[in-house]
């Protein structure tokens, strides 16, 4: 119902043309002299909106009706997906190409805006690429988290919700929801590259089944390590680049890895037990940065938290001087304020490689090369 003042509120709706891809699944549109972030809306569209959410600094909107389709629309395979359904794929109503085009325009944009490199930067040439394992988007989740309804169903939530979706089927997941009483498993066994890792349920690992080794790929060729150097691998996880990291510089070099949690520590500790130049230190990075009296490494693995790693991370690495960072990142935005921040110490940016992780979601994997600018 439209609002005689002007002034958009909850529920109102609009029609309007439906302008770029934004960060976090949301497409631009405008009306009544505000930028809404509108989901389930595809680029040069004419929808019908309907206001979500009123804030000072954003309005949020669905598109509830769809007037002038875009080519790229297709019909979403899950039948939760879409307004008021599961929140979990912003993009399963995008032909998949052009999914991985939204996530490289997001991705070349963020770095712009929060990275402040030029848009003719040759690194910004880089696209969002493809992995193997799920050619129609599907069944590549090989690990989920349910939730649980009061009544005892396992699903999964809507957007910005904590309620809860019975679903029997998510289509992205490798295995499907049985009974809600069925256990979930408590130790699952991964391998990358002949090395086997087994995992306990609060381990981080990454859920396509195809990343990790996609990323340690990246990582090497990004970060050439070369025998006998020093490598640190920061918010380590369960050691998956620790490891690599220690076959690459070998016995007369030394790899220092650094995470908080003591139960992936342990995973790490199974998994590389015939690596003795790792080192496995249990504390928060930034703390462990501050104290360390460890021999200033050639270079630095660095793969925080979704929020990025922050200044006072970057100013402990710049202040030992490291040749390259490979900095392996979930959120392009975090990552641009971070290149920023190690520009301003003499870092620039000189490689990425760009992964389609989480297809029908808006998000994606991202690894990239800095390297110290000679004085």
Known sequence: MADDTGVLSVDDERVVVIGPVAHGGHFIAHSDGRTLFVRHALPGETVRVRVTEVA??????????????????VAPPCRWSGRGGCGGCDFQHVVLPVQRQLKTQVLRESLQRFGHVVADDPVLS?????????PDGLRWRSRMTWAQAPD????????RSHDVIGVDDCLIAELNVAH??????????????????RLVGG????VHSALPEALVDAVLTLGQPYGGETWWDLYAGAGLFSAFLGEAVGPDGAVEAVESSG?????????MHDLTIIHLHEANVAAWLAMTDSPSPHGVVLDPPRAGAGAKVV????????????????????LGRDVALFAQQGYRLEGLQSFDAFPMTHHFETVARLTRVAD
């Open 152 to 159: 005892g169903t396992r699903g999964l939530h809507p957007h």
């Open 315 to 334: 100013d402990a690495i710049v202040s030992r001087g490291p040749a390259a960072v490979v900095y392996v990142a979930c959120d392009p935005v975090a």
């Open 126 to 134: 880089v696209e969002v690429e493809e992995l193997p394992g799920a």
């Open 56 to 73: 000072s600094r954003i309005v949020r909107a669905d598109a509830v009706e769809v007037l002038e389709p875009s080519p790229d629309r």
């Open 263 to 271: 139960e992936a520590l342990r995973s790490a500790r199974r998994a």
């Open 203 to 206: 381990d981080f690992w990454q």
């Open 180 to 197: 809600p009483d069925d256990p979930i498993p408590g130790r699952v066994q991964r391998t990358v590259r002949d090395r086997s890792w």
